[in-house]
């Protein structure tokens, strides 16, 4: 038997027979698989791109037909299918600001899906510079 203690309880433990044991593994391994492909896809997907240097850090450039957006590029290269929540610093023609929203890995289209509001999440695909 494969025994799993709770977090924050000594007492309380858990047993697993081994086919329970074996399931587990294989869902762990399965999404580990998925995390590691769609970083593998992203790595591609950037790989070509241009990074841009401002204030000593490093950025890529998501272009849109009103505005231009950057994203440092730590945040880009751990993207996966989940949604994470970014500062992005937009240029345009009054002034650059700051504006927070949420960005994401679409594998299906292979782009990059930018939300630009946190009360209406919709999410839209950008292109990177």
Sequence with gaps: MFELQE????????RFSPEEKKKIMERLHERRRQEQK???AI???LADKKVYNY???EYYKIKDYKYSFYISKE?????????VE???ERSGYTANRKQKG??????VRQSILVSL????VYYKPFEVE
């Design 117 to 120: 509001s946190k009360v209406r």
């Design 7 to 14: 977090e924050g309880t000594a007492q309380t433990t858990k």
């Design 55 to 57: 204030q000593g850090r």
């Design 86 to 88: 970014v500062e992005l």
């Design 75 to 83: 945040v880009m290269e751990s993207l996966a299918e989940t949604v």
């Design 43 to 45: 790595r591609r997907y």
């Design 38 to 40: 769609s970083k593998e």
């Design 102 to 107: 949420f960005i994401k890995w679409d594998p």
